[in-house]
C-alpha cells in the first residue's frame, strides 16, 4: 500500500518560468528543499540554424546568424563573417578591424549589463534590472541609429562592415564610455558588498578549474574559477593586439567570482571603446570600411574553423565548403550549451533558491544553446 | 468605547430602537468601518508601492487610467472581480476554499484591535498585544492549506516555507512584546499607547531601539515581504502558494498581504513609536480651545492622522527595502532569526529589565 | 568582531543610499504612444515598394533570408508576416525600387494588411 516515495519529488522548472532565462527545462529531483539531481532538458528554441545554412547563400545566411544568440548579435555575425572571410583568404581593412572591435565590445558591455540585471532579479532585487536597461537602452540606441535595428544588427558584411560610423555616434558612444565606469560603481555599491547578495553567492556553485576544463566551459565562467584564458589575449583576432587590457580573473570559482569577474570584463572593455574611439576619432581620412566584394559571387571552397571570444565565451563557427554558393554545412560551438551541462555538478547538493543563484551566474541563454 | 459609543447610544435611544439591536449595530458599524477602511487602505496602498518602486527605478509607475493613474488598483480589482475561478484537478476542494478565508480574515479581525484614536478602537482588549499576535498566527495556516490544497509542487513548497519562517520569526516578536509589556505595564494597546503620551522622548523606540530593529526584520518575515518573501519567491516557485488561485480567491491572498503590511506597520507604530499621540505632546484641538464634543472629535481626528503618518513612515521604510535588497536563502532567514535575533530580543529584554529598574528606583 | 557586523550593515545602508540618489534622478521612462523615440534613416521598417523604378531583376529574392517573404510574379508580393526585416534586399535594389521607412507599427487585425501586392505585369494591356 504504502509504497509511494514520499521524500522525494520531482519537480519541473520551465520550460515557461521566470528564472529559466527562455525556455530551459529543469527536472529537479528535490528532497525538501535539497537538490538531489538536475537533468538540463533543451530544445525548446530549436531553430535549426545549421540545416538552414545548406539552403542557404552565403549572404542570405548573414541575417540569421545574429539570432543565434540574440542578445549579443555581433559576436556570432563576427565568426560567420570572418570564416567565409578566412575561407576567401581576405583582409579587411584596418578600419572595418575597429569598428568591428568597437560594436563587439559595446555588444559585449550590452549583453553582460543585462545578465546582470536578470541575475539579480533571479535573486529577487528588482531596482539593479532597471538600472542596467537604463545604460543597456542607450547602446542600443546608439547601435540602432548605427545598424537600423536594436538587437538583430545585420551590420558586418563579408570584407569588412555595412556603413561607416558617422562622428556624431562616435561622440555618443564616447559619451557613453566616459559616463559608463561610474554607472558600474554605482551597480558594485548597489549590490557587491551586500551581505545578502554575498550570503546567496559566496560558496555556491563551486566550479573547480579543473571540471570547468573537463567541460569545456569558456568564458567568464572559466576565468572565474582560476583559468586566465581569453582568446583576445591568447590569440588575438583583429586588433586585439594592439589594445591594452586586462583579462579579470578570480580563482574560486563560486557565483559570486562569477559575477565580479563580469562586472569586471565591462569595466575593461569600457577601456577597449574608449581605445577604439580614440583611434576612429582621430583618423578621419580613413575611409575604407569594406571591401565592396559582391556576395552572390562568393563561392569559397574548403574547411575552416573562425573563433571569436563572446560575451559567454568562446564561439565557434566551422564551416566546410565545397565551392558551391551555399554552404555544405555550418556547425556551431556555442558556449552556453556546455555551460548548460554544468548544473548538475554544480548545483547538487544546494538548496533550491541557490539553483536559481547558481543557474543565473552561469549566463545560459538559450537561443544559443539550441540555435 | 468612549466617546463616539456614547454619542451613537444616545442617538439611537432618541430614535427608539431596542437595547440589543443597537449593541448588534454598533458592532456591524465597526465591522464595516474596518472592511472599508481595508479595502481603501489597500487599493492605495497598491498603487502607492508601484508608484514608489517606480519613483526609485526611474520609470513613472502606472498613470494611464484616471488622473496620473489614480485609478489604476481600482480598475485591476474590477478586472480580477470578473475573472473565473478556477479549480485545479488535483486540489483538495474544502481546503482550497477554505484557505484564502483563513488568510483574509484574521488580518481583518486584527484591525478591529489597533487604536487609531483614542474613542476609535473598535474592540479594546484587557490583552490587545497577545490577542493580535495569537490572531495573526493564523494566516500562515492559510497559506499552508493553501499550498497543500492546490495540488501544485511550488504551492506545496510555498506553504511549507511559510509556516516555517512563521514559527521561527515569531519567537523574537513574542520576546520584544515582553519587554514592550514591561515597559509600559500593560497589555491593552490602548494603554502601551497612553503610556508613551508626551514629547517623542517619551516612546518606547527609545529605551527599546534593539527590539525596534528587531520587531522590524520579523515583521518584514510576518509579512512575506523582499528581502523575506520566500512563500511567493516568484524566480524559484513562479507564485509560490497562490499559483493556482485566481480571480477573486487570488484576490484574498493579494488584499491580505497588503492590508497585513498595513497593520502590522500600525501595530509597530503603536507600540515603539508612541501609536495615535502626537510627537511633541500637543494638540492642536488643545490650543483652539473648542467645545466639549467638537473638540473630542478634532482630537481623535488628529491621533488618527498621527497614527497614519507614523503607519506610512513605516511602510515607506518597507518599501525602500524591497527597492534595494534582493531574497535571503530562506535557510539563511532561519538561522538569522534563531542565532541572532533570538539572543538579540533576550539580551533587548535584559536592557529593559534594567531600565524598568531604575525607573523604579527613581 | 565588531567590524564583522557593522560591514554588511554598511553596505545595507550604501545599499538604501544607492536607490535614493537614483530616485532623485530624472525618469527615464518613454510614453510610447504618445512620445516616439526618434529614429533615424538607417532605421529598418516596413519596406516601401516603388513599382516605376522596379526592372524585376530578382535580386531581393535571392538576397532575402526568409526565402518565401518576397515573391514575385504577376504580383510583386511582400509578406511583412514573413519578412525579418534584415534589410538585404533594400541594400541590394540595384534600382532602389525598395526602400527602408520609419514605419515600424505593423500589428493589424487583419492580415492581408501585412501582405503587400501590387501587380506588375505590364505585357497584357
Given at each position: 500500500m504504502n509504497s509511494v516515495n514520499t521524500n522525494i519529488m520531482e519537480i519541473n522548472i520551465g520550460p515557461q518560468h521566470p528564472s529559466t532565462h527562455g525556455v530551459l527545462r529543469l527536472k529537479v529531483t528535490l528532497e525538501g528543499e535539497k537538490i538531489l539531481n538536475i537533468e538540463p532538458v533543451i530544445g525548446y528554441l530549436h531553430r535549426g540554424m545549421e540545416k538552414m545554412a545548406e539552403n542557404r547563400n552565403y549572404i542570405q545566411y548573414l541575417p540569421v546568424v545574429d539570432r543565434i544568440d540574440y542578445l549579443s548579435g555581433f559576436f556570432c555575425s563576427y565568426a560567420y563573417v570572418n570564416a567565409v572571410e578566412l575561407l576567401m583568404n581576405i583582409e579587411i581593412p584596418i578600419k572595418a578591424k575597429y569598428i568591428r572591435t568597437l560594436t563587439m565590445e559595446m555588444n559585449r558591455i550590452m549583453s553582460h549589463l543585462l545578465w546582470l540585471g536578470c541575475y539579480l532579479l533571479d535573486l529577487g532585487a528588482t531596482s539593479p534590472l532597471f538600472y542596467a536597461f537604463i545604460e543597456r537602452e542607450k547602446l542600443m540606441d546608439?547601435?540602432?541609429?548605427?545598424?537600423?535595428?536594436?538587437?538583430?544588427y545585420n551590420y558586418y558584411t563579408f570584407g569588412g562592415v555595412k556603413k561607416d560610423i558617422p562622428v556624431d555616434i562616435l561622440k555618443r558612444i564616447y559619451d557613453f564610455a566616459k559616463h559608463f565606469p561610474s554607472s558600474v560603481k554605482e551597480y558594485e555599491d548597489l549590490i557587491s558588498d551586500n551581505p545578502i547578495f554575498t550570503s546567496r553567492t559566496m560558496k555556491t556553485g563551486i566550479l573547480a578549474k579543473e571540471t570547468a576544463e573537463q567541460f569545456s566551459i569558456t568564458g567568464a565562467n572559466l576565468r572565474a574559477s582560476g583559468a586566465a584564458k581569453d582568446l583576445r589575449k591568447d590569440s588575438p583576432y583583429l586588433i586585439y593586439n594592439l589594445l591594452d587590457f586586462n583579462i579579470p580573473v578570480k580563482q574560486t570559482g563560486d557565483s559570486y567570482c562569477r559575477y565580479i569577474t563580469r562586472i569586471n570584463e565591462m569595466k575593461e572593455s569600457n577601456k577597449i571603446i574608449l581605445q577604439c574611439l580614440d583611434r576612429l576619432l582621430t583618423d578621419e581620412n580613413d575611409n575604407e570600411i569594406n571591401l565592396k566584394l559582391n556576395p552572390l559571387s562568393i563561392k569559397p571552397e574548403g574547411e575552416v574553423i573562425s573563433e571569436v571570444e563572446s560575451s559567454r565565451g568562446l564561439m565557434q563557427c566551422i564551416i566546410s565548403a565545397d565551392g558551391s554558393s551555399n554552404p555544405l554545412r555550418i556547425k556551431w560551438r556555442t558556449p552556453s550549451f556546455y555551460a548548460a551541462q554544468l548544473l548538475n555538478t554544480i548545483a547538487k547538493n544546494h538548496l533550491l533558491p541557490d539553483l536559481m543563484a547558481v543557474f543565473g551566474s552561469l549566463d545560459i541563454i538559450m537561443p544559443e544553446v539550441d540555435r | 468605547m468612549g466617546l463616539f459609543y456614547v454619542i451613537y447610544l444616545d442617538f439611537m435611544r432618541q430614535i427608539n430602537i431596542p437595547d440589543w439591536l443597537i449593541i448588534i449595530l454598533w458592532h456591524i458599524i465597526n465591522f464595516c468601518f474596518a472592511a472599508v477602511l481595508l479595502i481603501f487602505i489597500v487599493l492605495f496602498l497598491v498603487l502607492f508601492e508601484r508608484k514608489y518602486l517606480a519613483f526609485f527605478t526611474r520609470r513613472k509607475g502606472p498613470n494611464r487610467v484616471g488622473l496620473n493613474g489614480c485609478l489604476q488598483t481600482a480598475a485591476d480589482g474590477l478586472k480580477i472581480l470578473f475573472k473565473e475561478n478556477i479549480l485545479p484537478s488535483g486540489a483538495d476542494k474544502f481546503l482550497y476554499f477554505c484557505a484564502p478565508l483563513l488568510v483574509f480574515s484574521p488580518i481583518m479581525a486584527v484591525y478591529c484591535l489597533i487604536p487609531f484614536a483614542e474613542d476609535l478602537t473598535a474592540y479594546n482588549s484587557c490583552c490587545g498585544v497577545l490577542l493580535f499576535m495569537a490572531i495573526l498566527s493564523l494566516p500562515p495556516l492559510g497559506v499552508l492549506f493553501a499550498g497543500y490544497s492546490s495540488g501544485n509542487k511550488y504551492s506545496l513548497i510555498g506553504g511549507i516555507r511559510s509556516c516555517v519562517q512563521s514559527i521561527s520569526s515569531e519567537i523574537p516578536v513574542f520576546i520584544v512584546l515582553a519587554g514592550i509589556v514591561l515597559l509600559t505595564g500593560s497589555m491593552n494597546l490602548n494603554e502601551i499607547t497612553k503610556a508613551q503620551s508626551g514629547i517623542f522622548l517619551n516612546w518606547n523606540i527609545f529605551p527599546s531601539i534593539l527590539g525596534f530593529i528587531i520587531f522590524l526584520i520579523c515583521s518584514l518575515i510576518i509579512m512575506n515581504r523582499i528581502p523575506f518573501d520566500f512563500p511567493e519567491a516568484e524566480s524559484e516557485l513562479t507564485a509560490g502558494y497562490n499559483s493556482e488561485y485566481s480571480g477573486m480567491k487570488f484576490a484574498m491572498f493579494f488584499l491580505g498581504e497588503y492590508a497585513l503590511t498595513f497593520i502590522f506597520s500600525a501595530f509597530i507604530a503603536v507600540l515603539f513609536l508612541g501609536g495615535y499621540n502626537p510627537p511633541f505632546g500637543v494638540y492642536a484641538a488643545d490650543l483652539l480651545n473648542l467645545p466639549l464634543i467638537s473638540g473630542a472629535i478634532v482630537k481623535n481626528i488628529e491621533q488618527f492622522f498621527w497614527l497614519m503618518i507614523k503607519t506610512y513612515i513605516l511602510i515607506l521604510i518597507i518599501m525602500w527595502f524591497r527597492a534595494a535588497y534582493p531574497r535571503l536563502r530562506q535557510s539563511d532567514a532561519i538561522e538569522f532569526c534563531w542565532y541572532i535575533l533570538i539572543p538579540l530580543s533576550v539580551f533587548n529584554l535584559f536592557i529593559l529589565c534594567i531600565i524598568q529598574f531604575i525607573r523604579g528606583c527613581l | 568582531m565588531i567590524m564583522s557586523?557593522?560591514?554588511?550593515?554598511?553596505?545595507?545602508?550604501?545599499?538604501?543610499?544607492?536607490?535614493?540618489?537614483?530616485?532623485?534622478?530624472?525618469?527615464?521612462?518613454?510614453?510610447?504612444?504618445?512620445?516616439?523615440?526618434?529614429?533615424?534613416?538607417?532605421?529598418?521598417?516596413?519596406?516601401?515598394?516603388?513599382?516605376?523604378?522596379c526592372i524585376k531583376c530578382g535580386l531581393c529574392k535571392k538576397v532575402c533570408p526568409v526565402k518565401t517573404a518576397i515573391m514575385i510574379g504577376d504580383d510583386f508580393v511582400i509578406d511583412y508576416t514573413k519578412c525579418i526585416f534584415c534589410g538585404s534586399c533594400t541594400e541590394f535594389c540595384p534600382k532602389n525600387a525598395l526602400i527602408r521607412t520609419k514605419e515600424y507599427e505593423l500589428a493589424s487585425k487583419d492580415k492581408n494588411n501585412l501582405i503587400m501586392k501590387e501587380n506588375i505585369n505590364y505585357g497584357n494591356n
Open positions: 546608439i547601435l540602432e541609429d548605427l545598424t537600423g535595428a536594436r538587437m538583430m | - | 557586523f557593522l560591514n554588511p550593515l554598511k553596505a545595507l545602508l550604501k545599499g538604501l543610499a544607492v536607490v535614493l540618489k537614483n530616485a532623485l534622478k530624472p525618469d527615464v521612462t518613454l510614453e510610447y504612444p504618445e512620445k516616439k523615440k526618434p529614429l533615424n534613416e538607417n532605421f529598418r521598417g516596413r519596406i516601401k515598394y516603388i513599382k516605376e523604378n
